[in-house]
């Protein structure tokens, strides 16, 4: 074999790669996109490290944190769990405040 052949089929190789990484990464972020949503809520209750919110559903959410004060405006990032149908079973994977 020739330098050049070889060369060609390392570039083939490394484009093959390259497509299956980005299929992948397209696939995880679609699933996690599709697993996930947000929520806004106040803050209804503060006490030690236990945060209960309200959201505008009327659902109360608790999650652990410091720094919020009763009224804050948080966004939740919330996960399914898969189960599009039962709220119950959602986690919050993330809260921000809202200015």
């Known amino acids: 074999m020739t ?3 070889i060369i060609r ?11 299956a990484l980005t299929m992948s990464i397209g696939i995880y ?5 599709e ?5 806004e809520a106040k803050v209804i209750k503060v006490s030690n490290d236990i945060i209960t919110v309200k959201d505008k559903t009327n659902n109360i959410w ?3 944190g410091n720094d919020y004060s009763v009224n804050d405006k948080v966004r939740l ?3 399914t769990n898969h189960t599009d149908t039962d709220i119950h079973d959602d986690k919050i994977s993330n ?3 809202i200015n």
């Open 77 to 79: 990032t919330i996960d």
């Open 29 to 33: 972020s679609v699933s996690w996109y």
């Open 62 to 64: 608790k999650f652990f």
């Open 35 to 39: 697993s996930h949503y947000t929520r």
């Open 95 to 97: 809260v921000s405040i």
């Open 3 to 5: 330098r050049p052949i």
């Open 9 to 19: 089929r390392a570039a083939t190789t490394i484009k093959a790669l390259s497509l």
